[in-house]
């Protein structure tokens, strides 16, 4: 059982540059989010869906557009990198929303943006 | 202000001993959950124990367990007997009941406590 799979691992861009941080999971998981991690910042939420076809925005959605065409899909994309988007993407996903819900997260991508 | 409070950013702490990671949060709405969260140095977040707002008692899972202190605001997570592998960064976290009443909208997280177990 994958779980949840995010593509690439690793991630060089220049500023300006634009690019998609993949993220599926095959455990049939209506609920997917994005999560970047910066030093001494803890994680935190850029968008998040509810299901196919249903996206929101979260604490930090500026500078990233997603779309969730399918159950199994959540890519995230980065539409002009800048420096500031330099961090370790996560992405999650849970079987519902509700309060105790476990998110299980991706590997993460360390996106170096120069 | 802070919605979820982690005042240790480094522990140290010597194997076999117990170890209380603190997590203090701050929300209005009564109904919450709270979740700890594990990422050792390979990168990828382990859960580790879910405490709801309603929950009576403590929540355990196996060495882990939470001591839920509703009125002060507080979640910290014990480990008992710890080992060179608890080695790792701690996260507490928060999900609301929120707009829906769901916790769709996500999860909440501190900044971390990078615990490190010497032998």
């Known amino acids: 059982n994958a779980g949840v799979t995010q593509t690439p691992k690793f991630q060089v861009l220049k500023t300006g540059q634009s690019m998609t941080l993949q993220c599926a999971q095959d455990?049939?998981?209506?609920?997917m989010s994005w999560y970047r991690q910066d030093p001494g910042m803890g994680l935190r939420l850029i968008h998040y869906?509810?299901?196919?076809?249903?996206?929101d925005q979260g604490e930090v959605p500026n500078g990233y557009n997603v779309s969730r065409s399918t159950t199994e899909d959540f890519p995230l994309r980065l539409l002009s990198a800048a420096p500031s988007q330099t961090s370790v993407y996560f992405c999650a996903s849970s079987p519902w929303t509700g309060l105790n819900t476990e998110a299980f997260f991706g590997q993460g991508t360390r996106l170096t943006v120069v | 202000a802070q919605k979820i409070t982690q005042t240790q950013p480094g522990m140290f702490v010597q194997e076999k001993e117990a170890v209380t990671l603190d997590c203090t949060y701050d929300t209005s709405d009564p109904s919450y959950g709270l979740f700890w969260y594990k990422q050792p140095s390979s990168g990828e977040m382990i859960f580790l124990i879910y405490q709801g707002s309603y929950d009576q008692q403590n929540a355990t899972e196996g060495r882990y367990s939470l001591n839920f202190q509703k009125a002060r605001k507080s979640a910290n997570l014990v480990i008992s007997a710890s080992q060179l592998g608890d080695s790792a960064m701690y996260f507490c976290a928060m999900r609301e009941g929120g707009r829906s009443g769901g916790g769709a909208d996500g999860l909440t997280f501190g900044k971390g406590t990078h615990l490190i177990i010497q032998p």
């Open positions: 869906s509810v299901g196919a076809g249903i996206t």
């Open positions: 455990m049939n998981h209506e609920y």
